[in-house]
């Protein structure tokens, strides 16, 4: 069995349905995104594996587990963290406050915290030297690294990341898709949902597509790239 697997779920906000019947499957390992336009329903498919939005139909299964109706906070424990859209680190905290705050559901020791601090600064260089800067001072492309630093502090096996080039340079999201690939080295699984397809599939080892809500086509990264209706629609070309 996949290590998330994600069954026919319909997610509405009140009357309005933001996805209808989404089965994905993400194994162990493995980088997958999610790729679609502005209001695809991307950003609430994740929600709903973290734990952020109540399911109206289908079921999500992680490590052989129903976690359909878990807490968030239980998902966070279980091994799922999420870095979410717009980053959202917590603005009036320092760089290392906000990594140590990550780590709450794992209730280390100082020194425990302190190694998992110095782990995730060798991940991210920058971050070691505004570790004592208010994260509201920080880049943009710097905020974005202590998201993904943080969510990495609960120690997750699966990390869904929101949209993580929103409204960075180019080598600024270089960056970010070149630390996604370390992860993946060091056996991390990552659901990844991304505007810029061609980044997404660039890396994905295999990627879906949604449309209003649907699941309209999925396949290896490069079968995708390929794809003549994800390159009219997303690729530009
Ligand atoms: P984007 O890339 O622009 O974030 P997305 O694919 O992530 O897009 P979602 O944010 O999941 O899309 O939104 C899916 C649909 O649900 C959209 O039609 C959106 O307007 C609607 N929606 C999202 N959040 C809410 C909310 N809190 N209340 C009502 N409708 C919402």
Redesign the pocket.
Known sequence: MAMLEVRDIDLA??P?R?VTGVSIRVEQGEVVAIV??????????LKSIAGLLPLSGGSIHFEDADISTLPAHRRVGAGIALSP?GRQVFPDQTVRDNLELGAWSRRLNVGDLAAAVEQKYTLFPRLRERQGQMAMTLSGGEQQMLAIARALMGAPRLLLLD?PSLGLAPLVIRDIFLTIRKLRAAGMTVLL?E?MANLALGIADRAYV?ET?RVTLSGTGAELLQHPQVRAAYLGH
């Open positions: 906000y009140g309005i933001a679609g336009a502005n209001g695809a329903g991307k950003s609430t498919l859209e949209e949902v505007q949604l809500g």
